[in-house]
Structure formats: structure tokens, C-alpha cells
């Protein structure tokens, strides 16, 4: 890279993300989600663990052949058998990348149970390794934050040695701040032989709310690589979020004379399908993408809005594809608009897609008055997570709510039959979900219940998350209806569904050429 001020973006929302418990992407979903983030100038995908399932594997190699742009990336630890299966899944790219890594600091060396000297070797032999496969090899000192500065330096100047094109400098449990994000990377560009061979990246997590902060102090001292998520998605408080660093870039060019090659305007769309397809929703008051971040409600912020937008608006809502259209849907409103609107939103329909999401828009406009952008998001999620070939599927359902008790009647197709079930609970969710354990019992443990309501008013649309464990499975499921009831027992069923493919793909025997239902 000879263009000293650009910054690569390396997208590890399938990898890093995808860690957050419960945040699990199916196959289909993750590939779209990587045609999505190469489209947008994403230049590295870390798309998966190779040797963590096959399914990781699988993934990995899918998106490796069908990437047109990025860089196809993928993480292994430091041994061949990781090493090996990561190049094989990789190695279908036009550009394909190895990423092997350990823990050097102190703790992290108790885990693997190296002494220093032996970790260094460890380090020579398996990037020497990666780079006999690979002619693009990243090396990461996993907690580098808590690893002492002499070591620090030892390891990354094996590492370069050992063949290491990118070294990453993760702040793995999210400890630093942005003075100690800089100075470390300051101080490896000073003392390294060899550092100015290499790019040096940047991982942060958010343990502290910084991941967005250090990632450009690092930056501001010599990383050159930003290593980040959409939405912040990742293990426990998330990675640095992708839209936060590159808007911060697009915004503050005056004191960060940096460039990247992402198109921001398709930063909302993917933040959309991402919330969608992992089950965790953007949280209202979130920086660039949440609902409320171009939203104005006290008078005076109005005012200056109305008089000049820069006034309360450092960015513009079409920078990050927020498209506003003046057309207003409703159950006047046809096929061609809806196509439209629901393009504006970024969603491509095919024709009969358009007459299936269509018929539900209908009853949904016969049920509420006015329906907003996000009542179609809704639409849209729920179309994606519930189809009408899912072995489980709610046919009928009757809750009688009162001060003396709530009681659930349900009618569900097993594997296409019939069956129902009466029961009461402790409230009408609990009825409901005991009618379903009724009928389809499960040993699956719920692991989270959590219900937004899309828009204002008594008539919004609820969109339900129920998140499932099944023997270390974790699955999420996702509704959107009028009724939060029915949207909790679909969210369920659909969960449920869910675990049962999952079960299947990773039985020992299962022929999944028998499997005939899709989600
Ligand atoms: C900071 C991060 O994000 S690191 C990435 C974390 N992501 C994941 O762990 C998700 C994918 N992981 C998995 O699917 C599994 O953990 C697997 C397949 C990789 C390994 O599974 P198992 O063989 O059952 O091992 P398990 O997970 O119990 O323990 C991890 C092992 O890897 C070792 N290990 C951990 N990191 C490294 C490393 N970088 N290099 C070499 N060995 C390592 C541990 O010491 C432990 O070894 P041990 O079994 O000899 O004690
Ligand atoms: C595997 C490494 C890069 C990681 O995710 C971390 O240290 O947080
Ligand atoms: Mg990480």
C-alpha cells in the first residue's frame, strides 16, 4: 500500500461478530451478508474459523469463491492442523488471506502453557507455516494490551520475520484507553526491525465504551488497518463498529487526514440486515445507525433544523443511505410502490417475492393505519425468519387475558398434521409457550424474550427476539405482527425451527438431502 493516509477496513462481523452469544448467521445469511460488505468496499472479510465446524468451513469457502473485491480472510490458531484448514477454505479466493494468532500476554501464556521462549517459537514455526501456503498472512498478539512492551516487541519482530504481512494489535477484553492504544503502536513502529515492512492493525473491543476511540488513536499513531464490526456486533460489549470509525473518518477529515474505500451510503442497509439476521437489535440512541441518530423532537433543536440542518446534524442521513421518499404507504398503496419503497430501504425483490410480502403487507395496512419504514423492516424480517415450508407453524391461536388468570388455546402443524393444545401460564406469553412445549416438547432452555415495539401509537407492530439453548446450540428467532402475542409465539416456534436444522446439520448421520423445509 503506497498511499500512506489510507485506511483498510477489515469486517469481522462473521467472525468477531458472529462470537456474540446467540448471534449465530445461518450459511445463506452469512454469504449475503459478505456480498453485502464486499460491495461496499469492505477490504478484508474475516469470514469465519476454518476448523472451528464445518459449517464454519463451509461458509468460509463459499464466500472465498464468490468474493469479487475483498480480501477473504480467515482465523486460525497457532498450529498447521488450524493453519491447513483455514487455506483450504480460503484458498478459493482471488485474494485469499490466513489469519493465525495466540495469546502473549502473561495470562494468555498460562492458558497455552508456553514460556516465553517457546512461544516465540511457536510463533516462527506457524506463521513460516501460513506463509508457505499463503502470500498474504496477518499474525495477531491476542491481549497485546496486557502483554509486557519488551515481549511485545520480541513477538512481533518473530512474527515479521517469520513472513507476517499485517501484525494486528488487539485490545482483546476492551482495557485500553486512547493515549496507550497510540503510544503502543507508536512505540512497535519505533523498536521493531522490520515494522515499516508491515501494516499494523487495530482490534478493539468496547468492554469500557472506547472500541470506537482507541481504534483511532491507533490509527493516529501508524495502524493502518481497522478492525471492526457492523453495529459493533462481537464478543461480550462488541468490537470497534464499523459506521462509527469510517463516519468519524468521513467527518473529521480536518483532524484525521485519513481515507477509506467504503461506500458509506450502503452503511444503513447493512447495518439493517445485520440487526436482522443476528436477532440483536440497534439500540435507539446508537451512533450513526440508531433509530434516533437524524431524529429531532425538543422544539429548539427543531427550529435550527428546519432553519439549517447543520445546526443539530454533523452528518447526512443520505451519507449513510438513509433515503427519504415521499411516498406513504397504506392499504391504498399498490405493488409498484411498495417495490419502491421497499428498494429504498435496500431491499431487491424478485416477483414472487413481491406478491408473497405484498399479501402480508395488505393485512398488515388492514390492521394499522399508517405504515412507516420501519413497520416494513419488520415486514421484511419476519417474511425472511418464518416461511410457510417451517416443519413447526402457527395456525390458530385464542388468549383469554384477565384479572383471573390467562389462559391459551394453539394450533400448530407438525411436519404438515395438525395438533393444538390448552393451557394456562403466568401471563399470556407463558400460556402460549406452554401450549407450544405441549405440543412439540423440547429440552431447549430460554435464553432471552425481548419485545420492541416498531413505531408509536397502540396499533405498532411488535417485533419479537426469543433466543433458544439446545446442547450448546443457541439460536435466535424474530416476529413482527400488531398482536405482541402472536409475534412471541411465532418468534418461539420460529427459534425452534431454527434448533431443529441446526440439530440436524451437525447429527453425525444426518442425510441432509432428506431435509425438505428451509428457514
Ligand atoms: C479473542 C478471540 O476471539 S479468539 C477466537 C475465539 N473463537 C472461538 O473460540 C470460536 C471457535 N472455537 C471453537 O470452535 C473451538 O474452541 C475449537 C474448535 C477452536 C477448539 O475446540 P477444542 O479442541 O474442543 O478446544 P477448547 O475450545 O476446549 O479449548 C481451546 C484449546 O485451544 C488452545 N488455544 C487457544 N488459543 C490458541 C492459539 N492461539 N493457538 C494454539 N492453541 C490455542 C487452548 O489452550 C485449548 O487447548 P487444550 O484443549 O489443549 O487445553
Ligand atoms: C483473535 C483475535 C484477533 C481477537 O479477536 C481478539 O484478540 O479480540
Ligand atoms: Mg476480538
Not at 500512506?4 to 445461518?26: H, K, N, Y
Not at 482490534?203 to 482507541?214: E, K, R
Not at 409498484?336 to 393485512?363: C, H, M
Not at 412507516?372 to 424480517?381: H, V, W
Request: glycine content about 6%; charged content about 25%; some cysteine.
Amino acid at each position: 500500500m503506497t498511499d500512506t493516509s489510507r485506511v483498510l477496513i477489515f469486517d469481522t462481523t462473521l467472525r468477531d461478530g458472529e462470537q456474540s452469544p446467540g448471534a449465530t448467521m445461518t450459511h445463506d445469511e452469512k454469504l449475503e451478508i459478505a456480498m453485502l460488505l464486499d460491495d461496499m468496499g469492505v477490504d478484508i472479510i474475516e469470514a469465519g474459523f476454518p476448523i472451528a465446524s464445518e459449517g464454519d468451513f463451509e461458509a468460509v469457502s463459499a464466500i472465498a469463491k464468490a468474493s469479487k473485491n475483498s480480501v477473504i480472510c480467515g482465523l486460525s490458531r497457532a498450529n498447521y492442523k488450524d493453519i491447513d484448514r483455514c487455506w483450504e477454505a480460503v484458498k478459493h479466493a482471488a485474494r485469499p488471506r490466513i489469519h493465525t494468532f495466540i495469546g502473549t500476554s502473561p495470562l494468555h501464556r498460562g492458558i497455552t502453557n508456553l514460556g516465553q521462549d517457546e512461544m516465540i517459537a511457536r510463533i516462527a514455526d506457524t506463521v513460516t507455516h501460513a506463509r508457505n501456503l499463503c502470500e498474504d498472512v496477518q499474525w495477531s498478539a491476542m491481549d497485546a494490551i496486557r502483554t509486557e512492551r519488551d515481549y511485545l516487541c520480541r513477538v512481533v519482530e518473530t512474527a515479521i520475520k517469520a513472513g507476517a504481512t499485517t501484525i494486528n494489535i488487539p485490545d482483546t477484553v476492551g482495557y485500553t484507553l486512547p493515549q496507550e492504544s497510540a503510544d503502543i503502536i507508536a512505540m512497535l513502529l519505533e523498536k521493531v526491525p522490520g515494522a515499516d515492512q508491515v501494516i499494523f492493525a487495530t482490534h478493539c473491543h468496547n468492554d469500557l465504551g472506547m472500541a470506537t476511540a482507541n481504534a483511532l488513536a491507533a490509527v493516529s499513531a501508524g495502524a493502518r488497518q481497522i478492525e471492526c464490526t457492523i453495529n459493533g456486533l462481537g464478543e461480550r460489549a462488541g468490537n470497534t463498529a464499523l459506521e462509527e470509525v469510517v463516519m468519524a473518518i468521513k467527518v473529521r477529515r480536518d483532524l484525521m487526514p485519513y481515507t477509506t474505500r467504503i461506500d458509506t451510503t450502503k452503511i444503513m442497509n447493512l447495518s439493517r440486515r445485520v440487526s436482522q439476521v443476528s436477532g440483536f437489535p440497534v439500540q435507539f440512541n446508537k451512533a450513526v445507525v440508531g433509530k434516533n441518530a437524524f431524529l429531532h423532537e425538543s422544539g429548539i433543536h427543531q427550529d435550527g433544523v428546519l432553519k439549517n440542518v447543520e445546526t443539530f446534524e454533523i452528518m447526512k442521513p443520505a451519507d449513510i443511505g438513509i433515503t427519504e421518499t415521499n411516498i406513504a404507504m397504506g392499504k391504498h398503496s399498490g405493488r409498484a410502490a411498495l417495490r419502491t419503497k421497499l428498494a429504498d430501504l435496500g431491499y431487491e425483490l424478485a416477483d414472487n417475492q413481491l406478491n408473497d410480502v405484498f399479501v402480508r403487507f395488505k393485512a398488515l395496512a388492514d390492521r394499522k393505519k399508517e405504515i412507516y419504514d420501519d413497520d416494513l423492516i419488520a415486514l421484511m424480517t419476519d417474511s425472511a425468519a418464518n416461511t410457510s415450508d417451517d416443519y413447526l407453524q402457527v395456525t390458530w391461536l385464542r388468549v383469554v387475558c384477565g384479572s383471573d388468570g390467562q389462559e391459551a388455546e394453539l394450533k400448530m402443524l407438525v411436519d404438515g398434521v395438525e395438533k393444538s393444545a390448552k393451557c394456562a401460564g403466568d401471563g399470556p406469553v407463558d400460556a402460549v409457550f406452554n401450549c407450544v412445549k405441549t405440543i412439540y416438547p423440547t429440552q431447549a432452555r430460554l435464553k432471552l424474550y425481548q419485545v420492541h415495539a416498531v413505531t408509536e401509537g397502540t396499533d405498532a407492530q411488535a417485533t419479537v427476539s426469543v433466543r433458544l439453548e439446545e446442547e450448546g446450540r443457541i439460536v435466535t428467532g424474530s416476529a413482527a405482527d400488531t398482536d405482541t402475542i402472536l409475534a412471541s409465539v411465532k418468534a418461539y416456534v420460529g427459534a425452534l425451527n431454527r434448533l431443529r436444522v441446526r440439530a440436524q446439520k451437525t447429527a453425525p448421520d444426518a442425510d441432509m438431502k432428506s431435509v425438505s423445509y428451509k428457514l
